[in-house]
């Protein structure tokens, strides 16, 4: 069980016009960004009822422990050495004390307006919908420094149905508690830190969309995901983000149902067709398309072979044939 380290010296000073909502905020070993993070969310015009961290690093972090505001927000310290982003998501789920619930992650900056656009935005739309926002890279923090990722279009869309891509963002999300409840929560096979290292959300937004709920992209609702990595970087995410998505593709392969089947043959192409133009301008991002494109089929063929086989049904998970 995570260990639960409750900050005082928050007060009620600054009453919100917002309902009761908890703020989900996931972090492992990046105690620099998670410290800036929270800062930017306590520095907002709205603020969440709580503030649930759930901090899956090796060590506690002694800022946070410490941390005193004056605002109506109650910060609630949740460590924890379980490992695995769709894990730490359903440990902050269950720890929430509100029905409101909404995320983001340790490696973010947020807009003064930023909370209260993504929890209005939803109340709008009611508990049938799920809201997502726009999320624009800073500016790198080093040469060559990149953030993944992103989201920039400006025009406002809904998305019901089968969309033939992802439009759910797990690090600038909206949602009431019966709607992730009635779904089984996040897949803890997906996510940063499992075995699947990505795609919890995308897993997550398809069978929200299968079970007929709504995806609203709201671009106000705006944060900067912190572009912290180095162009070498473009190797290892590309392996961690195929491993995630070719798993998650793999989870709803069927021959009777081929939408899965041909989104995963388009994603393969779409990298295969960009690695030429790359491979002499952007060689980092051109390796990236490659290792990609082996890590999609590894992460694939390994879900395919161990989830379907052992039956390991984790929270969220179809029950296989």
């Given amino acids: 069980m995570p260990k639960v380290l409750r900050m005082e010296g928050f007060s009620t000073l600054t009453p919100s016009s917002l309902p009761p909502t908890s703020l989900i905020l996931?972090?492992?070993?990046?105690?620099?960004?998670?410290?800036?993070?929270?800062?930017?969310?306590?520095?907002?015009?709205?603020?969440?009822?709580?503030?649930?961290?759930?901090?899956q690093s090796d060590a506690q972090h002694p800022k946070l422990a410490a941390l005193k505001i004056n605002r109506a927000c109650e910060i609630r310290y949740l460590w924890t050495r379980s490992v695995g982003l769709g894990r730490a998501r359903n440990a902050g789920i269950a720890a929430a004390r509100h029905d409101i619930l909404a995320f983001t992650d340790d490696d973010v900056v947020v807009p003064s307006t930023w909370f209260g656009s993504l929890t209005r935005a939803l109340v709008r739309a009611g508990s049938r919908a799920?809201?997502?926002?726009?999320?624009?890279?800073t500016v790198p923090e080093m040469p060559g420094g990149f953030a993944p990722s992103t989201k920039i279009e400006e025009a406002p869309a809904v998305y019901e149905g089968r969309v033939g891509k992802d439009v759910l963002w797990g690090n600038n999300m909206a949602i009431y508690r019966s709607a992730i409840a009635s779904i089984g929560g996040f897949d803890e096979c997906l996510g940063a830190g499992s075995r699947f290292p990505s795609s919890e959300d995308n897993d997550l937004g398809f069978r929200l969309l299968e079970e007929g709920y709504r995806i609203i992209?709201?671009?106000?609702?705006?944060?900067?995901?912190?572009?912290?990595?180095?162009?070498?970087?473009?190797?290892?995410?590309?392996?961690s983000y195929g491993r995630g998505q070719g798993a998650y593709y793999a989870k709803y392969l069927s021959m009777r149902d081929r939408y899965m089947l041909r989104r995963m043959i388009w994603d393969i192409m779409h990298h295969v067709r960009r690695f030429p133009g790359r491979v002499w301008r952007q060689p980092y991002r051109a390796c990236g398309d490659a290792v990609y494109v082996f890590a999609l089929a590894s992460g694939g063929i390994e879900w395919l072979l161990t989830q379907r086989r052992s039956g390991d049904i984790s929270p969220g998970s179809p029950q296989h044939d």
């Fill in 26 to 55: 996931c972090s492992r070993n990046r105690p620099k960004p998670l410290f800036d993070c929270v800062q930017s969310i306590l520095q907002g015009e709205d603020l969440p009822t709580e503030l649930c961290i759930i901090d």
């Fill in 217 to 239: 992209y709201v671009p106000e609702a705006m944060l900067y995901h912190r572009a912290w990595r180095s162009k070498q970087d473009h190797v290892s995410l590309g392996w």
């Fill in 130 to 137: 799920v809201v997502t926002g726009r999320v624009l890279p």
